[in-house]
């Protein structure tokens, strides 16, 4: 039972994880060898003896990629490996899923602390309880792929003098590797396998995302130093007591371990404790660090593999390609650009759940934007980049089905069924976007034309399927995904603030109206703060007493923001679905929204939202203020809007995404 607590390229090497083992071994070149290594004495458990394992993993929020990691380890551990859960005072609705999810879980030990302390002091809390041949320190934003735990002990009973073992990552810092366009992890980390085996390198410095260390080691060097608190740099202190007992720091190419990063510490924390920790490290080691800084940026052990997936085809080398994934559903959906757009991180979400469900699911993007929506949540593949149409249908690789995302995609996704690039086309309908060109004709008629150009359709509302359905053809509706691991109600003290978010760019986000709805606000309700998210604000546009938080690049910081607010306003013209309505909800946020569009669909007047003509100003600064007074009606919205996010999850769209191109390929 579960314990519950509070407080370029080279040639692959010869090895079978069936068979004899053979690790191929690189080291730093002599010049340098003698600087930081001497001869070590053997550290190791007796010969022949499977070796056990303790994985220890701290959580501090951020449950969707909680989930993904501790489901990932439960999924390929075996007998001989104990999971180790330090929940540091997480939000409580994260503690409440460990122990529903894994109280009852074998080998498995959750420790709920009642305050906040930090990585460093969780991590250590975890090594006190483990007595385990191998510990493996592992960040909670990680996913492990098959066979990893025995690779890790292959890799440990190849040479005794080994004590710390470093995966490559896709955000780690000296293992860092890129991530080739058009792969996804489980691809990549298929390739790297195949590619290097059982191979290692003496990297000399590991990173903390997963820190695999040998029990002995650990016995001998101690746990990580406090000083580093709350955390950075306590890794790379330990690898130099390694390296200066005369061990071995290496790592491994052909083990790969998925890492989002910087998932717990917000960015100014983490700036300043690295700069902290930095300092207290330097003044330790500075010039044995400086020689390996120096050797690093020469002799790179990993530079040829990073060379090599940088300069990756991505025509010919992706996740359709890959061999080992060669059986089931192939789907591409096609992007006209990235932004931070509600309807572009739709998309990549339910490519996100495709992947993680089985399926050779990307993205081809003909305008790359801003990559930086990537990061919005924990993304699981690396789009196709292409610079135009042209190209995309010259190089697009052969799927399945091509999902189109946007009406100019429509013509892109019939173009790769005529040339056989795809065997069948859907079209992934977010809005009625005739709608968005009220002022170009012409434009309107061509993005109402693809409705009848593609057949297969799927839409989020009754509302979009009843404008579908005059066009013929199939359109199933398949409710939107919300990340409801993040957008939860926290159970925090809130303020007295009222949120919008803004895009002035597009029209049918009613700025305007929005924005003079909180002018007069600033001016008769002095007692309520005003707060904007957003971006393309012009110079001088929003008054001081209107604050500006800018673009929230991820779905935490959104989630963050609205659970300090009591109100969120969404005034636009329509909606096809309005996600910030329904993310609002489920953070316990009354919501004033437009009564316009599909966003009827989950939003009722007077039940968990006030629904208002996103033309009346009036009503608009009338309902928030309601809202603020009311108490009553303010906490009967809030309550009757609990448990509706529990019909929206990233699961249950990914899977009936599924089904339905299933059928469109089995029907085509």
């Known amino acids: 039972m579960a314990t519950r607590r509070r407080g370029c390229v080279r040639e692959p090497c010869a090895a079978s994880m069936d068979g004899g083992l053979k690790v191929e071994q690189t080291g730093m070149d002599a010049e340098n060898e003698n600087a930081v290594q001497q001869t070590p004495a053997p550290i190791g458990g007796a010969p022949g003896r499977p070796l056990s394992i303790d994985i220890i993993i701290p959580v501090y929020n951020a449950l969707d990629q909680v989930r993904e990691c501790i489901k990932s380890v439960v999924a390929h551990r075996d007998d001989l490996v104990n999971v180790i859960v330090v929940n540091d005072a997480s939000h409580p609705h994260v503690g409440e899923w460990l122990d529903a999810e894994h109280a009852g879980t074998i080998r498995c030990t959750i420790i709920h602390k009642e305050q906040n302390e930090g990585y460093l002091k969780a991590i250590n809390q975890g090594l006190e309880l483990s007595k385990a041949d191998i510990v493996i320190c592992q960040n909670s934003d990680t996913i492990i792929f098959e066979n990893f735990f025995d690779i890790v002990r292959a890799l440990f009973q190849s040479d005794p003098k080994i004590a710390v073992i470093n995966p490559v990552s896709v955000w780690a810092n000296w293992t860092r590797i890129p991530f080739p366009s058009g792969h996804t992890v489980f691809s990549l980390a298929d390739r790297l396998w195949r590619a290097n085996g059982l191979s290692v390198r003496d990297i000399q410095n590991a990173s903390g995302f997963c820190f695999a260390v040998r029990g002995e080691a650990l016995l001998r060097l101690g746990s990580f130093d406090p000083v580093y608190d709350p955390g950075y740099w306590e890794e790379t202190d330990f690898c130099m007591k390694v390296l200066d007992a005369g061990l071995r720091v290496v790592c491994a190419p052909g083990l790969f371990v998925f890492h989002h990063g910087w998932s717990s510490f917000g960015a100014d924390a983490r700036n300043m404790n690295m700069e902290k920790n930095e300092r207290i490290f330097r003044s330790r080691w500075g010039e044995q660090f400086s020689a ?338 009311d108490e009553p009606l303010y906490e009967r919205l809030r309550t009757n809007g609990k448990g509706l996010s529990a019909n929206y999850t990233l699961d249950r769209e990914g899977a009936q995404t599924r089904v339905f191109l299933e059928r469109v390929l089995r029907n085509g």
Not at 551 to 575: I, P, Y
């Open 292 to 629: 390996l800084e120096k050797w690093f940026k020469f002799n790179d052990p990993l530079r040829g593999l990073k060379n090599e997936l940088a300069c990756t085809d991505s025509a010919v080398d992706n996740v359709y390609a890959r061999s080992a994934a060669a059986d089931g559903l192939s789907v591409l959906y096609i992007l006209p650009s990235l932004a931070h757009y509600g309807g572009i991180i739709s998309v990549i979400q339910v490519v996100n759940r495709l992947v993680m469900q089985g399926v050779r699911a990307n993205i081809a993007v003909t305008k790359a934007g801003d990559k930086s929506v990537l990061r919005y949540c924990a993304c699981y593949f690396n789009p196709l980049f292409f610079e135009n149409e042209a190209e995309l249908i010259q190089n697009c690789p052969q799927v399945d089905v091509v999902v189109a995302t946007h009406w100019t995609t429509a013509y892109s996704a019939i173009k790769l069924t005529n040339v056989g690039k795809a065997k069948r086309a859907a079209y992934f309908v977010q809005d009625y976007e005739p709608d968005f060109h009220t002022d170009d004709p012409m434009r309107a008629r061509l993005a109402e034309a693809t409705y009848k150009l593609i057949s297969d359709r799927i839409c989020k509302t009754s509302w979009l399927k009843e404008k579908l359905d005059a066009y013929g053809g199939d359109t199933e509706i398949i409710p939107i995904g919300l990340n409801t691991d993040i957008f939860a109600d926290y159970r925090q003290p809130r303020e007295n603030l009222v949120l919008t978010m803004a895009r002035p760019s597009s029209a049918r986000r009613n700025w305007p109206t929005a924005l003079k709805a909180f002018r007069i606000l600033a001016e008769i309700r002095p007692d309520i703060a005003l707060g904007v998210y957003g971006s393309n604000f012009k110079p001088g546009e929003l008054p001081p007493s209107i604050t500006s938080y800018g673009l929230l690049e991820s779905a935490s910081s959104v989630a963050r923001m609205l659970n300090r607010a009591k109100v969120l306003l969404d005034a636009s013209t329509f909606q096809g679905f309005g996600r910030p309505g329904l993310e609002a909800i489920a953070c316990g946020v009354a919501p004033v929204l437009t009564k316009n569009g599909g966003i009827t669909s989950y939003a009722k007047h007077m039940h968990n939202a006030l629904l208002i003509n996103p033309f009346d100003v009036g009503e608009i600064v009338t309902s928030i203020c309601r809202i603020i007074d």
